[in-house]
């Protein structure tokens, strides 16, 4: 066993054929000390004295001869590849030259420059202990980077327990290659020789030590500038994960202060009665709030959709706005002609108003296969159905408004957050921060659809559509005076056909006689004559329906649904 730190001394010699030197190194009592002889040519002598204080920094002073009239140069680097993306990291604190020279470190490189005659460098090396399992690895390179043939190098180390083992590479930066001579003499005292080195070679040189006999402090860094800045390392991860909270809580916040629907009260609700007796005694249908088709579907879901202006467009027909008339081509295609049966008037909505325009313009009508040819433009219905809802106190914006202006500002938040993560990665790491900030504008823009708020009153009719939706799926023709069975049919189809009930509507009412109230057939879709059996119709409406869908769609403006 060593006394004082268990000192262990490795000496490096070289030989030059013919020439003669000697060079002692005893640093305490029981180091090894060798003697060769020197070369003819005086080249550049190095002695490298390592200790390996118990803090776990190694302490390294140098003494290097130039021979003169020569200077001697050394560009040593501090991040050595230590995997396919792993750099092992060093720093170098406390640089001197004792002599003629002077010695420098920054993050990446320990400089030193010499000039003739022998000079000391001195330096403190942070990060050269490694956990290796079965021990404790202390690992520096003791030549590299030199500009000048290194004739002789010696290498003394001192621990603070019995070496184990020792390691010595020398050559190219890439070579296994072993040094001359490395092993463990007799008392274990390490030592380990290597002849000329030149400009360029290294030598590594290691020791193995018990665990515990000092502190582990070997960093490691991914070779990759942007691997290394998007490394997750414990800071990072709390930074991200206390970031991510607080801008997530912030936009759930935002949604409670904005996008939440105001709560109805039971009183708001009420009972829906959608079949009423009106005062000539008839069974008449009444919508809840006197809600219309088109608006129905911006409530329920609080976009304008396909669907909405062609459940708009059969209560057009139903109230006597317009007609329906199924016309063949004369080559056994349908097609379907929708005429101006009353100009619109001042009853009618503003959207109500922009649907008619929209399909007949100046025309006293039209065909299905002429708008399929043209696009028709519902930009206008789009905005009036959706200033219509706020008119009517459903809503307390505008839905389209809001979820843009929450879409764009999510985009907003995405794109300075990438900024951000681009300046992080490219100046002081910790990239993984501006990503968080990316996840929020993300999840703002795609929460942006939950954004609009209904009112209590929106609330309500809400809860009364469901209602309503319950009268269609359960209200059976016998429910249903004989006389009033028609009219009922007729004003509720457009609910059914906005609510996905139009199949079951037909189905129920398919035996209906259109003749008891007096009137043959339906006085809003075709002739009497091809009217006057509501089973041919039932076959032939979702055809109707299904086209004009299509040629709605056409125009790109409004969302079409798929069942």
């Known amino acids: 066993m060593f006394t004082n730190w268990g000192l262990a001394v490795a000496t490096v010699t070289l030989s030059v054929a013919g020439a003669g030197f000697s060079a002692g190194a005893l640093l305490s009592p029981g180091a090894l000390v060798a003697t060769q002889a020197a070369p003819a040519d005086g080249g ?19 003494k290097v001869t130039v021979p ?21 990291v060093y720093t170098v604190t406390q640089p001197k030259v004792t002599g003629n020279g002077s010695a420098s470190a920054d993050d990446q490189n320990l400089t030193v420059h010499l000039g003739a005659g022998e000079s000391t460098v001195s330096y403190v090396v942070d990060g050269a202990v490694a956990d290796q399992g079965s021990h404790e690895d202390v690992r520096w390179q003791v030549a590299s980077g030199w500009d000048v043939t290194i004739d002789r ?10 070496p184990q083992s020792i390691t010595c590479l020398a050559g190219d930066p890439d070579s296994t290659t072993a040094c001359g001579l490395s092993q ?163 009853s009618l909505t503003p959207y109500e108003k922009a649907v008619y325009t929209s399909l007949l313009g100046d025309a006293e009508q039209v065909r299905l296969s002429e708008l399929r040819g043209k696009r028709v433009d519902l930009t206008a219905v789009r905005d009036a159905l959706y200033s219509d809802v706020v008119a009517k106190e ?34 002081i790491g910790h990239a993984l921060l501006g990503l968080a900030v990316v ?50 049919f007729s004003r509720s189809l457009p609910y059914a056909v906005v609510l996905g009930q139009t199949d079951r509507w037909l189905s129920v ?31 032939r409406f979702p055809a109707f329906l299904s086209s004009l869908d299509g040629v709605l769609a056409q125009g790109g403006h409004l969302r079409a649904l798929k069942a």
Request: net charge negative; proline share 6%; no cysteine.
């Open 184 to 346: 463990i003499g007799e008392g274990g005292v390490p030592t380990a020789e290597q002849d000329t080195l030149t400009p360029g070679q290294r030598v590594d040189f290691a020791i193995g030590l018990p665990n515990g006999s000092v502190p582990v402090n070997e960093r490691t860094a991914a070779t990759n500038q942007l691997a290394s800045a998007f490394a997750l390392t414990p800071e990072t991860g709390i930074g991200l994960l206390v970031l991510v909270v607080l801008l997530l809580v912030g936009i759930g916040l935002l949604w409670y202060a904005r996008g939440r629907d105001a709560k109805a009260l039971a009183g708001d609700v009420g009972p829906v009665e959608v079949l009423a007796r009106d005062a000539a005694g008839h069974v008449a249908f009444a919508s809840p709030d006197g809600v219309l088709p088109g608006q129905v579907g911006t409530v329920i879901d609080e976009h304008v959709d396909v669907v909405d202006v062609t459940a708009t467009v059969i209560d057009l027909a139903v109230r006597n706005y317009l007609w329906i008339d199924e016309v063949p081509d004369g080559e056994g295609v349908l097609d379907w002609r929708i005429v101006r049966r009353n100009p619109a008037d001042d």
């Open 439 to 488: 996840i929020a504008g993300g999840a703002l823009a795609a929460g942006s659809r939950s954004m609009p708020a209904r009112t209590r009153r929106g609330s309500a009719l809400l809860h009364q559509v469901r209602g309503l939706l319950t009268y269609l799926t359960t209200v059976s023709p016998t429910d249903i005076p004989d006389s009033d069975r028609e009219m009922v």
């Open 68 to 88: 003169a009239g020569k200077s001697a140069n050394r560009i040593a680097p501090l991040r050595l590849t230590a995997g396919p993306d792993t750099e092992r």
């Open 153 to 162: 190098l010696t290498v003394s180390v001192v621990t603070p327990a019995e």
């Open 394 to 427: 459903w809503f307390a914006r505008r839905p389209d408004t809001e979820r843009s202006r929450w879409w764009w500002a999510g985009v907003g938040i995405v794109a300075l957050g990438i900024v951000l993560t681009v300046v992080l990665a490219l100046t």
């Open 44 to 62: 550049v002598q190095s002695q490298v004295a390592l200790k390996v204080e118990r803090d776990g920094k190694l302490t390294v002073s140098e």
């Open 509 to 539: 009412f398919r035996g209906l006689d259109p003749d008891a109230d007096g009137t043959p057939g339906l006085y809003w879709f075709g002739e009497a004559e091809q009217v006057r059996d509501l089973d041919r119709f039932a076959s």
